[in-house]
């Protein structure tokens, strides 16, 4: 894998056209544990088949949990066609959901290929996502279905111009910010725009009880930074560089988060007071411009409701 081969085998660009292609030639691609190239077509992916969907930016990076990036081959992301979770115990990250080339084609195209004999069936798809009490998707395997992508590598900034259309202006922003945090890292130094709090924070559980709809403003860095540890973090959970942009805003809560799969791992974990907001999301900008655009979580403390929203 590299990504001078998804170079070769790309076949969808940021704004095309393209149709889900149905089930059963889906299906047909997969291996007996339901993936392609160890990438798991989910249960939560069946809704989108025959659809069409414009793609968003070509996938051929993630970073993982914020730190590691990996690469892949062959795979896009469709615009805001993101997982609900519904196979998988209810996870509520709401994540992006990868799409191989193989599994679309472009919208009005009637090519239907010679299909092999698929090695497993549409029932076998929700045992497949949860064996016991783990849960198999996308961001679970993500370790197993891509490889390291070093910084060094060039190939992965001429991409980000070629294949993602990457504004020039946050590209070099981008790539100034890449080589600032490694010179902090090797140095020992914090990286880039790095929010550390007093780590004194007394504040009570948060009885915003926040709900989907409801009218929430961010409340100023200065606040925020009083809730967080010296690692950036409030209760574990990190306020991130990007976060800062959206200080003083108001946004809508789109959902509570009360659970979520752990990335590059089959556990799932509890949380509490938090929510994800309406168009809140990863920009990338601070890791090496990955495509993901994950929707942040927002601890309550962080939050205040506007007054006039919804109950």
Known sequence: MSLSSDIQKTKFFPGDLVMVRPLDEILATLDEKGTLDKLPFMPEMRAFCGREFRVSRRAFKTCVDDTEMRQLDGTVFLEEVRCDGQAHGGCDKACLIFWRDAWLKPAGSTDRPNLSPSRIKESDLIGLAQQHDEFVCQLSEIIAASEPLPWWDPKQYALDLLHN???????????????????????????????AGPGTYNGTRSDLNLQPGDVVRVKTLDQIRQTLDPDGKHQHLLFAPSMAEFCGSEMRVQKRVERITLEGSRRQRQVKDTVLLEGATCDGVCHRLCPRQSLLFWRECWLEKVNGSNN
């Open 165 to 195: 259309r990457t504004p020039l202006r946050r590209w070099l922003k981008s790539l100034a910010i890449a080589f600032y945090n490694k010179l902090a890292h090797v140095s020992g130094r914090k990286s880039w725009r790095f929010i």
